[in-house]
């Protein structure tokens, strides 16, 4: 089996797996990966995540056109900034997941670090989260936005829209982003209750022997 059947078959029981667990709904979404030869995979526009056809997929060249597949995704300049600022980004998760955009619309949270260090998980997987400022869907500026962040941060949250997340496999950037949505729901969950959160040299130590 190639390494393009591999990776058009892992998209596809990715994409069924975060539907099928209620991560993303109806066409929203959307995930992509990148092959040996610097092109990528990516789920096409207008798709279901849980119906995706592993011979249907877009293909991208290493400059970003569009080569084979159905049209992909209207927002695959979200995934060309990551992969752009991130080298070693071996794939990217954009979703829509609920408890992460109910975050992305509060108004008091800090822009520079969206979540609370509430446990090592979170710290490890994700990291300091920065929000980016909303823009409409589809609008090309949000790639500028997120290609700001996107060398120091491979996870950004995208204010009212949802996160964007990168990893050095889907496998890394999958777990990433569910770390995330469940860090959003305890978040949410706490809201009004006095929280224990990791101290600054709980979150240091992580971050020096985990990175």
């Keep these: 089996m190639s390494e393009e059947t591999r990776a058009r078959d892992a998209l596809v029981e990715t994409g069924r797996s975060l539907f099928g667990r209620g991560l993303t709904f109806g066409s929203t979404g959307n995930l992509s990966l990148r092959l040996g030869d610097g ?58 997941s609920t408890h992460s955009v109910a975050v992305s619309a509060l108004a008091d949270i800090d822009p520079d670090d969206v979540l609370p260090p509430i446990t090592a998980y979170y710290v490890m997987r994700v990291g300091r989260l920065p929000l980016v400022p909303y823009f409409p869907p589809g609008d090309p500026d949000l790639a500028g936005a997120v290609g700001k962040l996107a060398s120091k941060h491979h996870a950004v949250l995208l204010a009212n829209h949802g996160p964007v997340v990168a990893g050095s496999s889907l496998a890394a950037a999958t777990y990433a982003t569910e770390e995330l949505e469940e860090t959003a729901r305890l978040f949410l969950l706490l809201q009004g209750r006095a929280v224990r959160t990791l101290t600054e040299d709980q979150v240091a130590e992580l971050r020096k022997r985990f990175g």
Aim: charged share 25%; hydrophobic share 35%; glycine share 8%.
């Design 39 to 96: 092109s990528w995979l990516m789920t096409p526009t207008n798709v279901s995540l849980g119906d995706l056809d592993p011979a249907r997929l877009s293909k991208l060249d290493g400059d970003g056109r569009h080569v084979s597949g159905d049209k992909p995704t209207k927002e695959s300049f979200l995934h060309i900034a990551m992969y752009r600022e991130r080298p070693d980004a071996g794939a990217v998760v954009h979703l829509h």
